[in-house]
């Protein structure tokens, strides 16, 4: 049957790229349609219950940042909260959350549920209405025909998933989940490039069959850092303890006599790996010299006494891991509760997509998620925003809109996967923002929220504590601007101690750029009844002024290559000589000889530090 109502945007799959996906769209006014498997299932983590960590949590607070979910359901879910990378700089700090799994799924189903112009329907997907190279909705199970002047499609692992336990196989789209096949030999026909990708998830333990009195503790941070630049730590649940334990050489030992019975190593399974989310065995092989490795045993939930060792994810037969588990100091008589298992599953090359996240071969279809090759609750929620975004965007006839390398990580994601493809299951880091002084976590909201108003994603109530602290951040910069400290008084001589003596009068912005202080040294000086500035207005106060410098070089450099974009390059350069250039780049550039520096920055694979050298070569030249 044609179900009688017709939608702006179809959002398939329930998953993180999917749930932000609908919220998005929905947000901004337009009638959508959110039509996943299991209603049950909405938000549900298949892997970890963590959201955040390095390069992560910058995708995740962009998120926030965009009016998103995923943040302030880690608020509402996080049993953990831990800043990461906190010693170094603020470019890679970021922010890491253990969540409960089940007050996570709960949050994010909350916020659907309260969406307005949003419907949710469960039922698997299995057919796409195209016609005339133009998606038009979509089919389910049960022969129930959606229309919509969009899709956003976000299946994640479940398109051909197999999942993989020692030499057993079967389908599934994780454990517990059927696979999609339907909808996958369906989209095997339609012009897409597809390949398969790998992912695997550890064995569960149950806590009461644990020793920790010989693993180390690892608390939480106190204060307990927030997700969402709205978030509270009274919204926040009770907060416990992780721990850490080692793989040994016993552990080593059961494994390398078991690789003959592993699927990756006996060539069962094709697709490749998350290189920086390796099972175990992968490690023991790769790094063969390494005595031990860590194993993170965290807590899956306050209602659960499920861990999730993290270190040890496998694809090896049951009674390896069982081996493998309990050979592990602490864990000696460790009762699992769920065999770890790898699942492989199809993946679509995302160089076929626009960086809206529209494909090239079907107007109006939009993929996000997992499916375009990326690993992680974080890129795909990140996916899934932009993509719900500009479906809803072409649905109102508007033009699409995507960050750009400068604005966001999500920007630097989108533009990796759409020039550069991926091999592996793509994951975020701070080192693929070249701009990363720029785009730090704790300026999401500054770089972004403006934005996400025009955009028409940021609620009132959001957008009202953005301006709030927006001027809170200008009011506290204009006093340390404007407030001076004399040599020889009573403050001067309270910042001695770090300072030593003034010898001149100083602004206290000026002040605050030494690295011998903090804003808290000199917050309370001279204050009178104006009230300190409360924490976050403090850190971005004190990153502003300490970074300045740097932040103004980053930015210039940006405004160089902005304004070079139409400078010409001969067409007699010899590539090959371009110190710094890497050998693909140089081929690459020499095979398409691109008339202006633009054209060479949109060829797949040259990077925005390729263009920089180019222009550095172009100025020598002169
Ligand atoms: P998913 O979260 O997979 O959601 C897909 C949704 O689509 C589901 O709700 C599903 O029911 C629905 N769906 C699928 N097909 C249909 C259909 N035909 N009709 C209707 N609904 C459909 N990430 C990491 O960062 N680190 C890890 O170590 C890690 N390990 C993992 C291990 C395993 C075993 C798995 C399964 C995943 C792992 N992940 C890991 C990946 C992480 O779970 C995903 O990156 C993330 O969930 C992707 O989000 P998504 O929204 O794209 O897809």
Redesign the pocket.
Known sequence: MDYPNRFDVIV????????EAALAAARMGVDTLL????VE??G?????PAIGGIG?SHLVKEIDALGGAMALATDRAGIQFRVLNSRKGPAVRATRAQADRVLYKAAIREMLENQPNLSIFQ????DLIVEDGKVRGAV?QAGIRFHGETVVL??????GGVIHIGLENHSG???G?PS?S??AARLRELPFNVARLK???PPRIDARSVDFSRMQVQPGDTPTPVMSYIGTSAMQPRQVDCFIAHTNERTHEIIRANLDRSPMYSGVIEGIG?RY?PSIEDKIHRFADKQSHQVFIEPEGLTTHELYPNGI?TSLPFDVQLSLVRSIEGLERAHITRPG???EYDFFDPRDLHHSLETRFVENLFF????NG????????A??LLAGLNAARRAQGRECWYPRRDEAYIGVMVDDLIRLGTQE?Y?MFTSRAEYRLLLREDNADLRLTEKGRELGLVDDARYRAFEAKRESIGREQAWLASTWIHPRTEEAERLAAKLGELTREQRLLDLLKRPELEYQDIAGLKRGDAPVAYAAVAEQVQIQAKYQGYIDRQQEEIDKLKRHEQTLLPMDLDYARIDGLSSEIRQKLDRARPRTLAEAARISGVTPAAVSLLLIQLKKRE
């Open positions: 398939i799959g329930g998953g993180h790229a999917g749930t039509l996943t498997h299991n299932t909405l549900q983590m298949s892997c970890n992560k039922q698997a997907v299995s389910t976000c299946t994640g692992t479940f398109l789209g994780r454990a989940d999609a339907a909808l992912t695997g998830t998350p989310c994810s298992y790898a699942i996000a998620g997992q499916i990326t690993t992680g609750y974080e890129e795909a929620g996916q899934g299951p994951r």
